[in-house]
């Protein structure tokens, strides 16, 4: 007699999921204020005492980290007149995804008339098979300042963890008056080391870092900032209101370093405290 063992369907592994929302105000005066606030799931912002009437959030993801089929959606926006920072609690972290299953996270940032929006997030560490698809779409009015940071590091070789293949699909747009002012995309798969290695991709370089300005004066930093540049760096001026940064360096150590005085000047001395912890 045969006997036929049912099969135990596959196991469905639980995902994780987050949603944030929030938007500052200006009120009387010289001060900023929290206006909305919806957080969802795996995503919860924390507010540190504000400085000088300027809001500041701090992204926490309790879920620890992204893998495939995580899910993570941002919305910030900057009301006119408001200032607000955003910045993370922590380097966000993308483990190792199973089969085909992407992390997805996007984010859409709005300053209105007048406002000053800082989108100023912590390292994003990628780990070997780690697969992601991130998209940031920023939306400005043409009198909004706005700067960014998007620090990018490929694994951490200091702790024994070395990424060779996985995958990364980057976007970033930023509109002004619906106008596209910058376009950019990172888009990496396979044996991502050896792509790295390359001279003309990041000459053997495991850390990136992309940083746009957006201001009406921001051809005034040029000189300062170039004296700040490490060697594998560049700054550009796109227009005399967009300046764009671009970083490469050996690990995250010496990207960070590289980071706080150019976001030091670029900020008038505001970088988020957590930065330096």
Known sequence: MNLQLPIAPTAKLQRANGQLSISAQRVDGDVTRLGHLRQQGSYRAIFPRPIGGNIEAVIVNTAGGVTGGDEFTTRITAHANAHLGVTTQAAERIYRATGSARGAMKTTLRAENAAQLYWLPQETILFDGSRLQRELDVDLHRSARFLMVEPLVFGREASGETLRSGM???????????????????????????????????????????????????????????????????????????LVVRILAADSHALRGALIPILTLLTHNAVPKNWSL
Not at 206 to 226: E, G
Request: with cysteine; glycine share 6%; charged share 20%.
């Open 168 to 242: 990364l699909d980057d976007r970033i747009t930023i509109t002004c008056d619906g106008q596209p002012i910058y376009l950019d995309r990172i888009r990496i798969e396979g044996d991502i080391a050896a792509s790295l290695a390359r001279p003309a991709v990041a000459n053997g370089a495991r850390a990136v870092a992309s940083i746009v300005l957006v201001d009406p004066n921001a051809q005034t930093f040029m000189h300062s900032l170039r004296d700040l540049l490490p060697p594998q760096a560049g700054a550009s001026l796109l227009s005399s209101t967009v």
